[in-house]
């Protein structure tokens, strides 16, 4: 059998631009391919905002641009403005079932919408693909999910650089413990098999040890999730998001309270000593550059004034702290 043709390094990227602007909204552009995920742009909020949309996209547009769009689950601090974002874009939009049904009673093409169920391999471009993980949504301490809970999935990239591939997952949600390696039974009764499972396939498909950048949140009760991704993957970064939502947020005003790590001291005290640094962001619209050289930040002035927001700093807003400070870990973790 003839070898697979590779890749064509004269136009391969030459890193991952990734800008966090709140929840687990993120915008990565990887050379000239654009990829959002989720894109809430205020909560709580029932209906899209199609007026701030087109701001925010106006301001990613300054480093990028969208060609496509990923949704984690359907909550409403994550999904309410996805279709929004379908429809502005044009963009090919991957979610449940569930959400590809919401989409199309938003007025995009059935065709634009691509339902998934984990295990697909997604080729975006000549250099980067997305492989789709079933993951579990968060639960309480001391519960066990057992199945059934909303439809959430994970995304893992990577990208063929000049240099080296690029390796990163992102979660929008996800629980810890006896969840992650017992099966999920969907709501049409299939079995969706087994978070860390379902990451090994994934991960063995892509031909890959492990991967580099881990996004995952939420922010409360993510040590357990850790302790198992962190070893399992070789993870040399941790990004945590999902935070600064909680009692809603003005993506204008700025992150209304920090992520503050010693909020969580077992999750620190374990990426301490498994020698994972914690990369967050201080305020929307921060951005990180990752490479071969590694992962670190990026200034996006450019992008905040567009929004109305500081060069650095907090924003205009009164930054406050967070209403579940000292309820961010379990008893026993």
């Not at 693909?129 to 057992?146: D, E, F, K």
Request: proline letters at 6%.
């Amino acid at each position: 059998m003839a070898e697979p043709t590779p890749p064509p390094v004269d136009n391969a990227p030459t890193n991952v631009r990734m800008t966090w602007f709140g929840v687990t909204n993120w915008h990565y552009q990887v050379g000239e391919l654009g990829i959002l995920l989720d894109g809430a742009v205020g909560y709580p909020a029932r209906d899209p905002n199609p007026a701030m949309v087109a701001k925010v996209h106006d301001a990613l547009k300054l480093k990028g641009d969208i060609d496509v769009v990923l949704l984690g689950h359907l909550h409403g601090d994550h999904s309410v403005d996805t279709p929004e974002w379908a429809k502005q874009t044009g963009a090919q939009y991957y979610g449940s079932k569930s959400a590809c049904a919401e989409a199309v009673a938003y007025g995009i093409a059935a065709n634009k919408c691509t339902a998934l169920y984990g295990g697909e391999k997604v080729q975006l471009n000549d250099h980067v693909t997305m492989r789709v993980v079933r993951w579990v949504h968060s639960i309480g301490c001391g519960l066990l999910q057992n199945g059934g809970g909303i439809e959430t999935f994970g995304y893992l990239f990577t990208a063929q650089t000049k240099e080296k591939t690029l390796t990163w997952y992102v979660t929008d949600s996800g629980a810890g413990g006896k969840d992650l390696t017992t099966d999920q039974i969907d709501t049409d009764g299939v079995n969706r098999g087994a978070p860390l499972t379902n990451l090994s396939r994934a991960v063995r498909d892509a031909g890959i040890d492990g991967f580099e950048v881990w996004q995952g949140g939420p922010e409360s009760r993510v040590v357990n999730q850790a302790r198992v991704v962190v070893p399992a993957f070789g993870v040399k970064y941790f990004m945590p998001h999902h935070f600064g939502a909680r009692g809603g947020f003005s993506i204008t005003n700025g992150l209304h309270y920090p992520y503050v790590e010693d909020e969580m001291p077992e999750l620190k005290k374990f990426l301490a000593t498994a020698q994972v640094p914690q990369l967050y962001s201080k305020n929307y619209f921060d951005a990180f550059v990752y490479d071969a050289k590694g992962l670190r930040p990026d200034t996006n002035a450019e992008v905040k004034l567009a929004m109305g927001l500081p060069a650095s700093g907090v924003g205009l807003g009164v930054q406050g702290t967070n209403p579940r400070a000292g309820d961010m870990e379990c008893p026993g973790d």
